[in-house]
């Protein structure tokens, strides 16, 4: 049987995912510098488009000088995804306050 809808789901434009991710980055007050984006003074987020993939660093910790994760992301739901876990990290720095 086969599941295929006769659709295919649209190309992933990683410069539209980029623009999406930044205006999600402000929406979470996170304050946008150098190319990176910053909570209280510190760097937790960064994004670049190079070679038609969304590069993406986070945070492992709030930090002056972080330990990024490093990801490549190629679909809409990797992009959710990251952004899910931005999302958690967040919630766990404030509690960590």
Known sequence: MNDD??????P??????LQQLQ?????LKLAERHGGF?????R???????DGLLHARLARKLALTPDFDHSQL????EQRQWLDEL?????RWDQED
């Open 87 to 91: 999302k958690k990290r967040l919630a």
């Open 74 to 77: 190629k679909t809409a739901t």
């Open 44 to 50: 937790v987020a960064e994004l670049r488009v190079a």
């Open 12 to 17: 992933f434009d990683a410069q539209a995912a």
């Open 38 to 42: 910053e909570l209280r003074g510190k």
């Open 23 to 27: 205006r999600s980055l402000r929406d």
């Open 5 to 10: 809808f006769g659709f295919a789901p649209p």
